[in-house]
């Protein structure tokens, strides 16, 4: 099962790589128990090259760790495996969950988006390659 959400333009958070709001917890942890998957560890964030702007968020339950992720509370229940190839895309991004009358659903207030798709699923970070080096030619 995958969750999926809308994303928006922010300022970072000062919490962590990753953070949740009190909303969003209580959320997850709804589905969580829903579900009851077997040897679940957490939530899994990670993006995809997809949609109008260029990426999108996947979060599903992840049963097991890989080598360079990085695990983030979010609570003494939930923790957040951020995959590795995501984690420069999503450093500072806090994840609500919304309840309106015509809809219910998750927002990911990324402080790395520059631009996001009309829908507001998916989105355009900074650029975080490295520069080609000039280097002084030897005589």
Do not use: H, W
């Not at 969750?3 to 009190?22: E, H, Q, R």
């Not at 003494?76 to 590795?84: G, L």
């Amino acid at each position: 099962m995958s969750i999926s959400g809308v994303v928006k333009l922010g300022k970072p958070s000062k919490k962590a790589i990753f953070s949740m709001t009190d909303s969003a917890i209580k959320r997850v942890k709804e589905i969580m128990n829903d579900k009851k998957i077997d040897n679940c560890i957490g939530l899994r964030l990670g993006i995809k090259e997809r949609g109008c702007s260029g990426m999108s968020y996947t979060l599903d339950f992840a049963t097991q760790k890989n080598k360079f992720d990085e695990t983030v509370v979010a609570d003494k229940d939930i923790n957040i495996i951020v995959d590795s190839k995501a984690l420069l895309s999503v450093i500072g991004t806090e994840m609500d969950y919304i309840e309106e009358p015509i809809k219910k659903e998750f927002i990911f207030i990324n402080p790395n988006a520059t631009n996001t798709c009309g829908c507001g699923e998916s989105f355009t970070t900074k650029d975080f390659s490295i520069p080609d080096l000039k280097l002084p030619k030897k005589n």
